[in-house]
């Protein structure tokens, strides 16, 4: 340490007079007591008030810029040395130097900048607004043939791609061509995997996206997964689910999903149909999650129903019935949900019995898949009233659609459980479907359903009810009055800010439950008419026309 405090003396001493060789010795005992106790020599070099000096021996055409460099690199690997680093003034001249076309210039700045903003997004971000992001694009491209500095490139790419605002930096570069070439000429596992960790991050942007689908990411995907899909290395195994799971992050934008469809016709889409049926559980998650994101718009989803998806979809599912993948599950779901949207898809679905595969999954305990059953199977019955008829007189799926009803855990299979239910009725309009959900104790969850914060879900609960109360009041009636229906519209209807149809709706299932002795003595207890009477001056025309309707009805009834 003695000998650590002459140099950083003389340092301070040569520093103001520039003499190179008493410079560069003390420079190399800087170097070689960091290597040495890296914590104790840094805190040295701090406490001696060296850093302030070392921007001015950052000089481009200096032959130790190098050395001094490297120091910054290595000082700034204690974490209590990173503040001072940047307090002293040492990242605008590092940045300087990242235009200098000395290599080992390049390399330790590159290091010092890398190793003085780790781990804080605030340094970092402050590195993207000092336009750093073109600079190192371009160092790649120039020096793609030195391993070291290509290597330092992108794991200041691997840390700058977390952050969003660097997303439209390196959009205006041409940073996917650079990736794909350098990720062509690599042979090493390791070497991949460095550019997979740049490539998923920056990938989450769709402009991005579209440009290393063109710059041919997609072909170098494809490859990698030939390869390895029969190895039974970890590093094989590894680089198969990077790959496939790039592709299917690139199959999120909405362009680069359409250019690699290509009319159902592109031999990306037939290599990725090519994975549904392969053995490898790896392989069957991204095909099907491949399938769900193509199946992002009616005609591409019309095409793939035509061209027979579907049936590989359900062998699929058989496979992995009893003690299956769950996330084989989930991705086959979502791909059918997406499948069922348009109308012409619906019955070819069903006819090709969607229906009868996706109920051997009722009893799943998975959150997951219980969610992604419940959306495929409502979309499947969306206007088909056969089928909703099927379906609705379940009483297995019916029992277990009210017990979901009550998964208060998980809000998204509760709402999807609720909207299955209510679908149920409103598509078959069948007096057999409302005494199945009668039966089955699911009145008081559709009642419950008419208070969600989500208008679109009250309003699918209240026809719902409507049909209900029209199709079979006798038989509804007590759990109507169990489930207070009669006070719930009054509140939707006393609330302002309950949308036009929710008001309408609740009007006429209020004239619907009227021939109830029970709940017509609910509707005059809880004056109704003088609630419904101010509607009449409602500013929507269906909504005062049905109130002038109702306030004639309790009138009468009063």
Known sequence: MDNLSDALEKLKLASSDSATDSVEGCLDCLLKALANNNTEASMKIQEMAVLPLLPGLLKPESSYTPKVANIIAELAKNELIRSPCVEAGLIPPLIQLLNSSDQEVLLQTGR?????????????????????????????????HNTALTEMCLIAFGNLAELESSKEQFASTNIAEELVRLFQKQTEHEKKEMIFEVLAPLAENDAIKLQLVEAGLVECLLQVVAQTVDGEREEDIAQLKTASDLMVLLLLGDESMQKLFEGGKGSVFQRVLSWIPSHNHQLQLAGALAIANFARNDGNCIHMVDTGIVQKLLDLLDRHVEEGNVTVQHAALSALRNLAIPVVNKSKMLSAGVADVVLKFLQSEMPPVQFKLLGTLRMLIDTQAEAADQLGTNGKLVERLVEWCEAKDHAGVMGESNRLLSALIRHSKSKEVVRTVIQGGGVKHLVTMATSEHMIMQNEALVALGLIAALDLVAAEKDFVGASLVSVLHKLLSDERSAPEI?????????????SEPLHKEVQSLAFIDVVSKLRAHENKTVSHQASLTEQRLTAQS
């Open 503 to 515: 008001k309408y709706n609740s009007m006429i299932l209020i004239c619907a439950v009227m021939g």
């Open 112 to 144: 010092a900048l890398g190793n003085i903003c780790y781990d804080s997004h605030s340094l970092q971000a402050q590195l993207i607004n000092m336009g750093v992001i073109p600079t190192l694009v371009k160092l790649l491209g120039i020096h793609s």
